[in-house]
């Protein structure tokens, strides 16, 4: 297995252009998380699907962020428009029945 | 609101002694904990979990203690070696209808040599 796949590795962009992250998570996990690592806040969860549907978004910083999962194989976080506070390490995790989170190797975004 | 914390940020220990790393927790309704490790430009690794039910499980060279009553969680790395580098982070899950885990903010091991 693959394990769980993120692109871009690295995105660098200017402030308030549109930023799409992607993810492909394990087959056959039926959960999907997406959180976002800083040095000031640490793992911050954004939001996560239970078999494609958003379950919790409370996470998601305001309405410029958005997610989503059109099928069990993908996922799409989007920032638009971006802003320099959103710099940070984007992590897609998957799982299978909740336990055991394995996580993407990131994507490193920089707003400039 | 609920939060989990760790007593260290960092931790620097000689190769070959065994590490313990500590997690406090404050949320008494978790019911599940799990041990992460990040190496440097990589996502967090999954090393070893323990349900509330438990309060000792052994992995290869890794040991995980739960301590329910004073709310305490350690990961104890035996015979530590260079690989063994890396940021620790303690996580915890509630059963109550929540399913998101919340991570601990982190201990750096560095393995002297």
């Known amino acids: 297995d693959a394990g769980v796949i993120q692109s871009p590795r690295h995105e660098v962009t200017e402030m308030g252009q549109e930023v799409t992250l992607r993810c492909k998570p394990i087959s056959g996990h039926d959960y999907l998380f997406w959180y976002r690592q800083t040095m000031m806040r640490g793992l911050e969860l954004l939001i996560y699907?239970?078999?494609?549907?958003?379950?919790?978004d409370s996470g998601m910083p305001e309405d410029r962020f958005s997610a989503k999962m059109p099928n069990a194989s993908f996922s799409t976080l989007k920032i638009q428009p971006s802003e320099p506070r959103d710099s940070a390490v984007y992590f897609c995790a998957s799982s299978l029945r909740r336990y055991g989170y394995t996580f993407g190797s990131g994507t490193r975004l920089t707003v400039v | 609101g609920e939060s989990v914390g760790l007593h260290l940020p960092t931790l620097s220990v000689q190769e070959g002694d065994n590490s313990i790393i500590n997690c406090a927790y404050s949320n008494s309704a978790s019911d599940y904990f799990i041990w992460y490790k990040q190496e440097s430009g990589k996502g967090p690794q999954f090393i070893i979990d323990?349900?509330?039910?438990?309060d000792k499980r052994q992995g290869q060279r890794v040991t995980v203690l739960l301590n329910k009553t004073v709310k305490h969680l350690s990961l104890q790395i035996a015979a530590t070696q260079p690989g063994d580098s890396a940021v620790y982070f303690c996580?915890?899950?509630?059963?109550?209808?929540?399913?998101?885990?919340?991570f601990g903010t982190g201990t750096r091991l560095t393995i002297i040599p």
């Open positions: 699907f239970n078999n494609n549907v958003p379950i919790d």
């Open positions: 996580a915890e899950e509630s059963n109550f209808g929540n399913e998101k885990l919340t």
């Open positions: 323990i349900r509330s039910n438990m």
